[in-house]
């Protein structure tokens, strides 16, 4: 494992240490998990906003796409605990 110095403004250091308290970890551990957690959400957008790019390449491509109320049927059934078929493509250009 290396070591990283990360200087702090004194605001934000004292804020750390508070919530680690109430955590009932370390500030070292703290703030190692709250790098982790950020990396993790900034990998994820990163692939979600590739995929949609993609996403939208396919559909310009072929001219099908997903009816927006048929992805929220599905989104909203999907939620609720139920197994729903996936929405079919549909053209969107004659």
Same mark, same amino acid.
């Given at each position: 494992?290396?070591? %990283?110095?990360? /200087?702090? &403004?004194?605001?934000? #250091?004292?804020?750390? @240490?508070?919530?680690?308290?109430?955590? *009932?970890?370390? !500030?070292?551990?703290?703030?190692?998990?709250? @790098?982790?957690?950020?990396?993790?959400? %900034?990998? /994820?957008?990163?692939?979600?906003?590739?995929?949609?790019?993609?996403?939208? *390449?396919?559909?310009? /491509?072929?001219?099908? *796409?997903?009816? &927006?109320?048929?992805?929220?049927?599905?989104?909203?059934?999907? @939620?609720? *605990? /139920? #197994? !729903?078929? #996936? &929405?079919?493509? #549909?053209?969107?250009?004659?």
């Amino acid at each position: 494992m290396s070591t %990283t110095s990360l /200087k702090l &403004p004194e605001e934000l #250091k004292t804020r750390a @240490i508070a919530a680690a308290r109430l955590r *009932g970890v370390t !500030p070292h551990a703290f703030m190692v998990e709250a @790098i982790r957690q950020t990396a993790e959400a %900034t990998e /994820k957008r990163a692939r979600l906003v590739a995929d949609a790019v993609a996403t939208r *390449g396919r559909a310009r /491509k072929t001219h099908k *796409g997903y009816a &927006p109320e048929d992805v929220r049927e599905y989104v909203m059934a999907r @939620i609720a *605990g /139920k #197994k !729903p078929r #996936k &929405p079919k493509m #549909k053209s969107w250009r004659s």
